[in-house]
Each structure stands twice: as C-alpha cells, then as structure tokens.
C-alpha cells in the first residue's frame, strides 16, 4: 500500500510507524537553500519549463492529480532537471495547486529525485496557504524517500502550530523517532519556538516540563520562553525565566536583554529601560547595535527625539560599531525631529567615513523626509546620487515624489517625467497603491482624464481598484454628463464583482 494511503487509513502516527526507518545527517539543512535568482537555465530547460507551465495552465482549474494527469500526457519527452523544477517551484509564488501538481508529477518520472530546497519549498508553501493536510500527507512519503531534513521538520512544526494545530505540532514531534530523527535539544527548541510565536506559551511551558529532564535545556531554550513571556506581556514571567537561566548555569546574553527591553518600550515603561541597560553594563554584557537601535526608534515613535538622540550617543561613547539599520534609524528620526541637515550628513559622511554602506532604505528614508518637508529639489538630488552609487530605486523610492508634486498645480511634466523613469528606465511596475496615488492625485488638481487612461492601464492589467476610486471616477464621469465613461466603469465594476 502507499505511504500516503497508510497515513490517511491508520492516521498519522500509524503511517509513520509503517515506514521504514531512515536515520537523517543534521548537515542536511544546509542544502535547502539555493539562490533561485541566480538559476540560468539552459535553451533546452526554458523550452521544458515552457512546455509544463502550458499544460499547467491548461488544467489549473482542475484539482491537483488533473495537473499530475496533464503534465504526464503533455511532458512524456520532457528531460526534467532540479533546476526545471526548482526554478518553477519558486516561480509559482503561493499558487499551491500548480506547485503541488508540479512536484507530485515530477516525483513520480523515473529517475528523479527532489532537492531538499524544493522538498522544503512544497512543504512551506502548502503551510503557508493552509493546505495542512495536503502538507501532511507529504510527510512519511517524504520520509520514505530519504528526503526529509530538519529544516523540513522546523517548518511542518512552525505552518502545523500557525494553522492552530499545535496538538498535530506536538505528536510530529512525538513521532520523530519513528521519522529517522532525534528528539533532542535542537527539535525540542524548534516546537517551543512554534507554540511560543502562536501564542501559546503555557502549551510550551507544559511541554517542557515534560520533556526535561530526559532531553536538556540550553541558552537558546531559555531565550524562546523569555520572548514568549515578553511577546504575551508578562515581563513578570520573563524575569522569572532570567533567573531560572542562571540557576540552570547558563547567563543572560545580550538576545535576553534586548527581548525583554523590547517589551518595556512597547508598553513605554522607559525608566524601566535605562534600569535593565544599566544593570547590562554591570553585569559585563553590552549592548548591541541591535538593542541600542530598538531602543533609539521606541523612543522616537513616542516623539521623544531628544533622548532617542541620547541613545545614538551612549551607543557611539560606548564603542559599540553603528551599523546600515541603525543609521536608517538615525535619519528617520533626525528627520522628524526637523535636522533635516545633520540627516543629510549621516547619509553624506558619516556612513562614508565609517565604512557602512548606505542601502536602498537609507535613500528612501531620505527620499521620503525630504519630501515631507516640501524639498523637491534635495529630494530628487537623493534619487540622482543613489542612480550614481548604482542603487536601483523601487516603488517606495517614487512614491512620495509623486505625493509630492502630485499636491501641487501644473506639475504634470514633473509627474510624467518620473513615471517614465519608473516604468521605462527602472522597469518598475505600479502596484495597486500607487495607481490609486496617481488617479486620486490627478483628480484633485483636475487632471481627470489622465487619471481615467491609468485607470484603465490599471484594470487591464487585472489589478483591481480600490472602491473609493470606483466611486471617484464615476461620480466624476456622472457631473460630466459623459455617458459612455459611466457605461464602461460600471462593465469593469461588474466585470470585478463590484
């Protein structure tokens, strides 16, 4: 019988004691991850991956063995290679049926083996579209075959506890013997790092006190609970778990503190902050760029620009290396506290002479503070001088330009001008958010009807307005009088279930 069969006929734990044992190498992790950007398939691979996604296609409103069926009668001469299919497999984003489809297909043709990054993928992405049964079913099949890791593991235990399964999380742990895995310290902390990010840190804390002391604890364990407690707010509970840390012989790192600092700035307990950095310091573990910098921008969002500014100067006396997220930081709040001239010389000199190269967030937050300070002229001068450090700019990098001269009267050239360079220099596309930018923009300084010939890019290429912006162009085609406007929004309102 097969494996799948067994899993769904005697249930999970039956199926798994069936299969035959398969002991797995930790270092097989390593393997999942692969650059598929960087992925150059050959003439004849491109022409195969054209083949199967037309019979992909072809069958996608049908269920998955429909896919399975097409591509065994379309792709009979298609030499598969991992590329082919990994390369797909990523391709297809969170479409799980063509993926699915795709690897249960390619699963089956003689002399094919799955790499571990598309074992991974199939498994991450049927989690993440909550296709967890069909993410189980995967499993002993996976592990009949020689192909499961514990990365795979990590994320059937992460996708299994998201879909609120957290029973289902505990008995694959359970089973992890019969699977040709340990259960130790590495897949005990996987399970408690799941229940604890869903939310169910006294599940964890329960399953713990099982599980130990047969299987022991480390740092790292002690830390998820800290976290867990931090993330429920109840600081009371993390500094409980500090104190068992100690005890146990394992101290506080920096991970500890800056959780448990994380959690007093979000209930804005910052007398509370400046007690536990200083307790840092005398217990001889600093801070890091990571913890100075959560602090600096929690102080900041509260408005508080001056002593986030302190915070930037403690992390600097200290000697502690600034890094490019700090810096981010750094021009944000510089900016909204209005030094828009010491910003600029972080983003000119300071991270030049430091040897911290400025990223695409650096002149996007420099980009955006310019212009919410009504500088268009220092704000374009960021976007040629990124151009010139060959950083491409994104959708993020435009949009408050736009905003920007999109406010003012007589700016359309301006306007024009920069989505030229969006679509034709940079090959951007404009999403959802920034069509609705533009046509709502162009509406309110009278250019109504570029903003209708956007619209219509916009629902020609299947992107669906927001209703405010339905409502916009249609009460403006309805003042007008222009008939057939209103005739033909309301067949694409209708066309998208308006």
Not at 448 to 454: F, K, V
Request: glycine fraction near 6%; include cysteine; hydrophobic fraction near 40%.
């Amino acid at each position: 019988m097969h494996s799948l069969s067994l899993w769904r006929c005697h249930g999970a734990v039956r199926a798994l004691q069936l299969l035959p044992s398969c002991r797995l190498s930790l270092s097989s992790l390593t393997h999942a991850s692969r650059d598929l950007n960087s992925i150059d398939l050959t003439v004849e691979e491109e022409a195969s991956a054209s083949q199967i996604k037309s019979s992909i296609l072809k069958a996608r409103n049908g269920s998955v063995q429909n896919l399975v069926q097409s591509l065994g009668v379309d792709c009979q001469a298609v030499q598969l290679t991992s590329n082919i299919v990994d390369s797909l497999l990523f391709k297809f984003g969170d479409d799980w049926k063509s993926a699915l489809g795709l690897f249960q297909w390619a699963q089956s043709r003689d002399n094919y083996k799955h790499t571990a990054y598309a074992c991974s993928r199939i498994i991450d992405l049927l989690g993440k579209m909550r296709q967890v049964d069909q993410m189980w079913d995967l499993l002993p099949d996976m592990h009949c075959r020689g192909l499961l890791t514990i990365e795979i593991f990590a994320k059937s235990i992460r996708r299994l506890a998201g879909a609120k399964r957290w029973k289902d999380a505990i008995m694959l742990f359970d089973k992890l013997d019969d699977m040709g895995m340990e259960r130790n310290t590495e897949t005990m902390n996987v399970l408690l790092d799941a229940l604890c990010k869903e939310k169910k840190i006294e599940v964890a804390r329960q399953v713990f006190l099982v599980l130990s002391p047969p299987i022991q604890p480390d740092a790292y364990t002690f830390n998820i609970f800290v976290h867990g407690w931090c993330s429920a707010r109840k600081i009371d509970e993390a500094m409980w778990t500090i104190e068992e840390m100690k005890s146990r012989g394992f101290p506080p790192s920096v991970i500890t503190y800056t959780a448990l600092l994380e959690a007093y700035c979000k209930q804005q307990k910052f007398r509370m902050v400046y007690e536990v950095l200083d307790s840092m310091c005398s217990e001889g573990c600093h801070p890091n760029v990571i913890t100075y910098t959560m602090i600096m921008t929690s102080l900041a969002k509260c408005n508080m620009f001056e002593e986030a500014l302190s915070i930037s100067h403690r992390m600097k006396s200290s000697g502690c290396k600034p890094d490019t997220l700090f810096y981010n930081s750094l021009i944000n709040l510089l900016g909204k506290a209005g030094h828009l001239s010491e910003a600029s010389q972080v983003l000119k000199v300071e991270m030049p002479m430091n040897g911290v190269p400025r990223s695409l967030a650096t002149y996007n937050t420099m980009i955006s503070i310019f212009c919410q300070k009504d500088r268009d002229e220092d704000a374009l001068n960021v976007l040629k001088e990124m151009e010139a450090q060959s950083c491409k700019p994104d959708i993020q990098t435009y949009r408050p330009l736009l905003r920007l001269f999109l406010n003012r009267r007589g700016q359309h050239g301006t306007i024009r001008n920069l989505l030229d360079e969006f679509v034709n220099k940079h090959s951007l596309g404009l999403d959802v958010d920034t069509y609705s930018l533009l046509i709502h923009g162009l509406c309110r300084v009278g250019e109504t009807d570029w903003a209708y010939q956007l619209f219509e890019e916009m629902v020609g290429s299947e992107i669906g307005p927001r209703y405010k912006t339905w409502e916009l162009l249609l009460s403006d085609a309805q003042s007008k009088n222009m008939v057939g406007r209103v005739e033909k929004i309301r067949d694409y309102m209708a066309w998208f279930g308006i």
